[in-house]
């Protein structure tokens, strides 16, 4: 349940929830936060989304921020499946491309660079594993950006509050992808040394550690 940052988004139940055993927790954004704060994280839940990741959106995990820029290494399980009109989950027919894209934790309203990081994933019916290293400047996030899904239409009816309605569900109901675990590891040390980075700029001059005044090496 640190998967997503909130307990639903823009577009209601039907775009996003948790759920456990293929059906619909409901979950408040009180109810998260009580079992947040309690540290009261079931295994067996799952993270459904069903909408694409353009504005209205932000869809990042909770807490995590780059702590410095680099590589980062993103390993998680998920299978695509169907939302039925009860709420349901059933495996879907074929597989939902999906991708990450870095970014602040800024909100809906976007402030800075947003741009798809890491490889781009056809998730499959069936739970899989799948792994992928992204690029994060110091204090990004990423957030799951699943691709060719509906997005919720913004609804301003007069003297009444705004809203986002979600499209109404296909028959066979709404694709989209249960996340199950994530893990993030990084930042990611270089595999190589000295990195590339470092031979384009330096090249082959004799770097050793400083005998003297202020800086850490010498030439």
């Known amino acids: 349940t640190r998967m997503f940052q909130t307990a639903e988004t823009f577009g209601g139940r039907e775009a996003m929830f948790y759920a456990k055993d293929s059906q619909m927790v409901p979950l408040s954004g009180g109810d998260l936060a009580r079992m947040r704060k309690e540290n009261r994280h079931d295994p067996e839940m799952e993270l459904a989304i069903f909408r694409s990741a353009s504005w209205p959106y932000y869809g990042y995990p909770d807490v995590f921020k780059a702590r410095e820029a680099g590589a980062y290494r993103i390993r998680f399980s998920a299978r695509a499946v169907r939302q039925l009109r009860d709420f349901s989950l059933r495996p879907a027919w074929d597989s939902i491309p999906m991708n990450f894209r870095a970014r602040k934790q800024s909100g809906a309203d976007v402030s800075g660079d947003v741009r798809v990081t890491g490889e781009t994933f056809d998730i499959q019916p069936e739970v899989g594993i799948y792994e992928t290293t992204i690029l994060l400047k110091q204090n990004e996030t990423f957030e799951y950006s699943l691709l060719g899904l509906p997005v919720p239409r913004a609804i301003n009816p007069r003297n009444a509050p705004l809203y986002y309605d ?25 595999e190589t040394w000295p990195p590339a980075s470092h031979q384009r700029l330096f090249g082959e001059l004799p770097m050793r550690a400083a005998e003297k005044g202020t800086l850490p090496i010498e030439l």
């Open 166 to 190: 979600f499209p109404p569900m296909p028959e066979g109901g709404h694709p989209g992808v249960a996340f199950q675990w994530l893990e993030i590891t990084g930042p990611l040390d270089s």
